[in-house]
C-alpha cells in the first residue's frame, strides 16, 4: 500500500515522477504528492512540495504550471493508514525547516512515543500520519551528521515498523536516501539517472536491470549511479534482478480497462505457467520447490494460507489436494492462522498464495509457520517478493504483472500452479501414475483454448446477465464443490468492483438461511456446470427459483435443460470438475467488471482498496 518513486539525472523529475506514480496508483489513490528540487534566483536549492487529495491525474495537473527543470525528486500516492485521505497527510512530510522531504511506505509503529519527544524537542508537526516523525528524525540526525544517507540511517535505528523511504535534502542537491525494512523498494540507473521505486513497473522504461533492496540496505543514488550500504554505513553490493516481461503489460493496449486485458490474457497464463512443467517421462518438473519426491511423500498435512481472492485459491487446492493425494489440506485465512495455535509438526506443508508476495498477514503467517518448523512453500506473481524471499521454495506464476486491483489474471495463475502441486502430491504419494498425470496434465492446458472460446462466444450473454443484476441490492452466488470455491471468488469479484453487496453460499446451506432474503427478482447466480453435484445444485435453484429468485447459471455447453430454470445462462466447454474452477471463474470475473461498468464504477480502482495490502 502506497507507492513510493523517485529520480535523480539529468531528465525532467516532474514527468518521470508522474509516470512513475501513475503506474504505482495500483497501490493507494486517495492522495498524491511530489518533492522537487529548485534552485532559486539566489542560486540555492530549494524544495518545492506539491501535494492534493485525489488521484494522480490531479496533482498532474497541478504541476502543469511548474518549472520543469527540476531533475530530482520524490514522489508518492498514498492508502491512507494513520490520518484520513487529505492534503495535510499526504506525502511528501517535511522536516521543521522544510529543507528534508520524505515519502513512506509501510507502518511506523512507535511514532506516537517518538513524535511525543519530538515534539517535547521543540519540533513542529503538520499532519496526523506516523511518516512525519521520519522527517524530523531525519532532521535532528542530520543536524548531527551533515549527510543524508548517515541521517535515515540513524533515523532507521530510532522507528519500531515497516518503511521503504525515499528522502531528500535541499543541502545535497541531487542525492536520494532509500531504505527498506518490510515494504518492497527497487533502484536502478538509466541511461539519463538513477530511479527508486515501490515496483519495478515504475522504472521499467529506464532499466530493466535492478535491485531489490533487501531488509536492512539501503541506496544513496546520485545522477551518476548508486552506491550501496548496510545499517553500519559499510559498502555492499548487492544482487542485480534482470526483469524480462514486457512493457506492454503496463498499457491498456487497446482494452478500455486493465480489468478487461487482464481476463481476455488468460489463455496466455495458463500456457505460460504449464511450460517446462512436464518431463518426457510423465513426471511434473517443478525444481524450484526444492523437496524430493521421497521428501514430498512424507508430507501429511497442508495449510494453504492466503488472503482475499488467493485464499479463495486455496479453497480450490483443498479439492486437488484431498482428491489426489489424500492428505488434509486445510485453508486459512493468514490473518487467523497468524493468532491461532494451528497443529504443525515437521512434515506439515504450508503452501502460502500471494499475488503481490507482499500482503503483511501471510508473510507473518510464513514466519510463524517457519519458527513452528513447517516447510513453507510460496506461490507469488512477483520475483523477488518478500513471500518468494522468506519462503523454502517458490512457485511464481506467469501472469505478468497485474494493474487492476481486482485480482483476475493471477487468480487463474495460482489455480494452476496449485493443481499442478496438488498432482505432484498426488504423484509423490503414488496415488497418481505417470499416464494419469499425463492426461491430466494435458487437459489442464485445454483449459487455455477453453477460456479462450468463453471470451469470444459468450460475452453478449454476459452482457445481458449484468444488465439483469446491474440495478440490485444485493445478489447470491451459489455451487456446490468445486462450484462453491469459485462461487466466493465470484461474489468477491462483484463486490469489490461494483460495490453491489454480494455473499456466496455452498448451494445446500441456502435452506439454512440465507433462502429468506430471495424475493422476486433477487439475483442468484449459480455454477451449475456437470460435475457429481449437478443435480443437487439443480434441485437448490429451483428452490430459489420457485420464490422468484433471477437465475443467472454458468453451465456447460449443450445442457438446454438449465434454461428452463434459469433466466440466463452463460456457457462454458465440457470440462473435467477439477479443472471446472479455471474455466468457471471468466464468466464471472466477466460479469463482475460489467455491472461495475454499467453502474460507473472505475473498475481498476475501486473505492478504499489498494493492491498490495502491507498492512494488518
Ligand atoms: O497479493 P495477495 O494475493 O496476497 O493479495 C490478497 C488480497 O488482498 C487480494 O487477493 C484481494 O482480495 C484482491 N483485491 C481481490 O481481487
Known amino acids: 500500500m502506497c507507492g513510493i518513486v523517485g529520480y535523480t539525472g539529468a531528465d525532467t523529475a516532474k514527468r518521470i515522477l508522474i509516470e512513475g506514480l501513475k503506474r504505482l496508483e495500483y497501490r493507494g489513490y486517495d492522495s498524491a504528492g511530489v518533492a522537487l528540487e529548485r534552485t532559486s534566483a539566489a542560486g540555492s536549492c530549494e524544495l518545492d512540495i506539491v501535494r492534493r487529495t485525489g488521484k494522480v491525474a490531479g496533482l498532474e495537473s497541478e504541476l502543469a504550471h511548474m518549472d520543469p527543470d527540476s531533475t530530482c525528486g520524490i514522489g508518492h500516492t498514498r492508502w491512507a493508514t494513520h490520518g484520513r485521505p487529505s492534503q495535510a497527510n499526504a506525502h511528501p512530510h ?80 541531487g542525492v536520494i536516501a532509500v531504505a527498506r525494512k518490510d515494504s518492497p523498494i527497487v533502484v536502478g540507473t538509466g541511461a539519463s539517472g538513477s530511479y527508486v521505486a515501490s515496483d519495478v513497473i515504475a522504472l521499467i522504461d529506464a532499466t530493466r536491470d535492478v535491485v531489490v533492496l533487501e531488509d536492512g540496505q539501503f541506496a544513496r543514488l546520485a545522477p551518476e549511479g548508486i552506491t550501496y550500504t548496510d545499517a553500519d554505513g559499510a559498502p555492499i553490493e548487492p544482487a542485480i534482478t534482470h526483469i524480462d516481461w514486457d512493457i506492454d503489460t503496463a498499457e491498456k493496449g487497446g482494452y478500455p480497462d486493465f480489468m478487461l486485458k487482464e481476463i481476455c490474457e488468460q489463455p496466455r497464463v495458463v500456457r505460460d505457467t504449464l511450460v517446462g512443467r512436464l518431463g518426457p517421462n510423465g513426471e511434473l518438473d517443478i525444481d524450484e520447490l526444492g523437496l524430493t519426491f521421497e521428501e514430498l511423500n512424507l508430507i501429511d498435512r497442508v495449510y494453504v494460507i492466503a ?184 461474489a468477491l469479484k462483484l463486490k469489490e468492483v461494483s460495490y453491489l453487496h454480494a455473499e456466496a453460499y455452498a448451494a445446500g446451506e441456502m435452506k439454512h438461511g440465507p433462502i429468506a432474503l430471495i424475493d422476486p427478482g433477487f439475483p442468484v447466480i449459480a455454477v451449475t456446470t456437470k460435475s457429481p453435484t449437478y443435480d443437487k445444485v439443480v434441485s437448490n435453484l429451483k428452490e430459489c427459483e420457485a420464490r422468484g429468485a433471477m437465475i443467472v447459471a454458468i453451465a456447460t455447453e449443450g445442457d438446454e435443460d438449465i434454461k428452463q430454470i434459469a433466466d440466463h445462462v452463460v456457457y462454458i466447454p465440457p470440462v473435467r470438475d477439477a479443472f471446472s474452477a479455471i474455466t468457471a471463474s471468466v464468466p464471472l470475473q466477466l460479469l463482475a467488471r460489467e455491472v461495475a461498468v454499467m453502474r460507473g464504477c472505475d473498475v481498476d480502482q475501486p473505492r478504499n482498496l489498494a493492491k498490495s495490502v502491507t498492512v494488518e
Open 307 to 490: 488472503c482475499g481472492t488467493s485464499y479463495h485459491a486455496g479453497l480450490i487446492a483443498k479439492n486437488l489436494i484431498e482428491a489426489w493425494a489424500r492428505i488434509p489440506c486445510e485453508v486459512e485465512a493468514a490473518s487467523e492462522f497468524r493468532y491461532r495455535n494451528p497443529i504443525i509438526t515437521p512434515s506439515t506443508l504450508v503452501v502460502a498464495v500471494s499475488q503481490s508476495g507482499e500482503t503483511a498477514d501471510t508473510l507473518a503467517a510464513i514466519r510463524d509457520a517457519r519458527i513452528k518448523g513447517a516447510k513453507v512453500f510460496g506461490i507469488t506473481n512477483v520475483v523477488g517478493s518478500p513471500v518468494a524471499r522468506e519462503s523454502d521454495g517458490v512457485i511464481y506464476t506467469k501472469a505478468n504483472k497485474e494493474i487492476a486491483v481486482a485480482s483476475t489474471k493471477s487468480f487463474i495463475g495460482q489455480i494452476v500452479s496449485l493443481t499442478l502441486l496438488a498432482m505432484l502430491l498426488g504423484q509423490a504419494k503414488g496415488k497418481l501414475t505417470t499416464g494419469q498425470i499425463r492426461m491430466l496434465f494435458h487437459e489442464l492446458g485445454d483449459t487455455a483454448a477453453q477460456i479462450q472460446w468463453i471470451l469470444d462466444t459468450q460475452r453478449e450473454a454476459v452482457h445481458r446477465a449484468a444488465l439483469a443484476c446491474k440495478d440490485a441490492q444485493s445478489a447470491l452466488f451459489v455451487g456446490r464443490g468445486m462450484g462453491a470455491a469459485i462461487s466466493y471468488e465470484g
Open 94 to 173: 517535511v522536516s521543521c525547516d522544510g529543507r528534508i522531504a520524505v515519502v513512506h511506505n509501510g507502518i511506523i509503529e512507535n511514532f506516537a512515543e517518538l513524535r511525543t519527544e519530538l515534539e517535547g524537542r521543540g519540533h513542529r508537526f503538520a499532519s496526523e500520519t506516523d511518516t512525519e516523525v521520519l522527517a524530523h528524525l531525519i532532521e535532528e540526525a542530520y543536524a548531527e551528521a551533515g549527510d543524508l544517507m548517515a541521517a535515515v540511517r540513524v533515523a532507521c535505528t530510532q522507528v519500531v515498523g515497516a518503511y521503504g523511504i525515499a528522502a531528500v535534502c535541499a543541502d545535497e542537491p
